[in-house]
């Protein structure tokens, strides 16, 4: 009987295994497409940074921060589940940090710790 219910848990488990796979299966194709569109979005922001005009003034890309955020990209589609995490957190801080990776790299700290006012880059 132990046996029997053993074995009932354990297709249970699969099957939900099976579903969250499916899922994550999903969630990789979305990521590629963003990664592509992203890719295409840098390439105008570089061209734009080669060209530069009044109106592209807000759209311009480094080659440097293109070359950057195309690693994160490849990072993310072969680099497993360590280079998902990576190249996730990397996304989420260039999207919604003020001043994107550069900001959160020099964020100032204006709040003494412990009584201690820490200055400079983090």
């Known amino acids: 009987m132990l046996g029997e219910v053993s074995l ?23 990521g590629v497409a963003g990664g592509i569109a992203g890719t295409a979005m840098d390439g105008i922001g570089v061209y734009n940074y080669y060209h530069p005009t009044a109106e592209n003034f807000n759209s311009r890309v480094t080659p440097n921060k293109a070359a950057v955020d195309g690693g994160m990209t490849a990072l993310g589609i072969w680099g497993g589940l360590p280079g998902e995490g990576t190249a996730a957190f990397y996304f989420g ?20 710790i412990n009584g201690v006012v820490i200055t400079g880059s983090l």
Do not use: C, H
């Open 93 to 112: 801080v260039d999207a919604f940090y003020p001043g994107g990776v550069a900001g959160f790299g020099s964020a100032q700290v204006s709040e003494p």
């Open 8 to 30: 009932l848990n354990q297709a249970r488990a699969t099957g939900r295994l099976e579903i969250a796979a499916e899922s994550v299966r999903g969630l990789k194709g979305l």
